[in-house]
């Protein structure tokens, strides 16, 4: 067959060989991003179907444990620059006062991500959900609507864009995942540039079989917890 495609291509104007190969490309393209959306959608309903009473349970002890709303939304950085609004359990104490407290701190970690360890805005409930990553679950929601994946590099907050260098940016040239490939190789124990290498790794060689191997990986990774905070 590669034999066959040299001697066509030794008969076609080097400007129809390119156009062939270009086509060739967003052929392939578009074949693994629609094979992705379909797994990405459908593994999503599922969930949240299964999960429900999980989610309903978790709900239920955010507004016992402390006032204010179930969920979280926050803006973040989404594919090609876009704004989103990304959901979570609300894991953190809506106390003003603490949280202007922990605006000052120096974070645990180095880098342009800043999360801190030990963050004294966590409540008891949020603690437990944010070790086993049950906060992260509205975000399907997210994948539902298109603005995220079920698998591909963390959504970036607007300040982190903001520091961003060109390599960086490539984060950018794919929709954010709930999970990814870092976060089964590590967590928020890996620096990150570790984070970055492994985000645009996955962004290189993605495809269905990938995901669906990372989000095998990605239940063990939560239940042991490793990086997690």
């Known amino acids: 067959m590669q034999a066959i495609k040299q001697q066509i291509n030794t008969f076609l104007p080097s400007f129809l060989v390119v156009l062939f190969a270009q086509l060739q490309r967003f052929n392939d393209w578009l074949v693994r991003d629609a094979y992705k959306r379909v797994y990405d959608v459908t593994l999503s309903a599922l969930l949240i179907l299964a999960l429900s009473p999980l989610l309903l349970m978790t709900g239920l002890a955010i507004l016992l444990e402390s006032r204010g709303g179930v969920f ?52 008891k409930v949020g603690n437990i959900i944010r070790k086993l990553s049950i906060d992260e679950l509205p975000q399907l929601i997210n994948v539902l609507r298109g603005e995220m994946s079920l698998i591909g590099p963390r959504p970036a907050l607007i300040s982190e864009v903001e520091q961003y260098t060109d390599y960086d940016r490539q984060r950018l040239n794919a929709l954010p995942g709930i999970s990814g490939l870092w976060q089964v190789s ?7 540039e570790q984070q970055i290498d492994l985000d645009l790794r996955y962004i290189r060689e993605r495809n269905l079989f990938t995901d669906i191997v990372i989000t095998a990986k990605t239940i063990p990774a939560v239940l042991l917890g490793a990086g997690a905070y």
């Not at 989404?78 to 809506?94: E, H, V, Y």
């Not at 180095?110 to 801190?116: A, E, H, L, Q, S």
């Not at 590590?186 to 990150?192: E, I, K, N, P, Q």
Request: glycine content about 6%; aromatic content about 8%; proline content about 2%.
């Open 72 to 123: 979280f939304h926050q803006q973040r950085v989404g594919k090609d620059g876009q704004i989103f609004k990304m959901i979570k359990f609300r894991s953190m104490s809506t106390d003003a006062k603490l949280h202007a407290e922990v605006a000052a701190m120096e974070s645990d970690r180095d880098g342009v991500c800043r999360k801190f360890v030990n963050d004294p805005r966590v409540t």
């Open 186 to 192: 590590g967590r928020a124990d890996l620096s990150f």
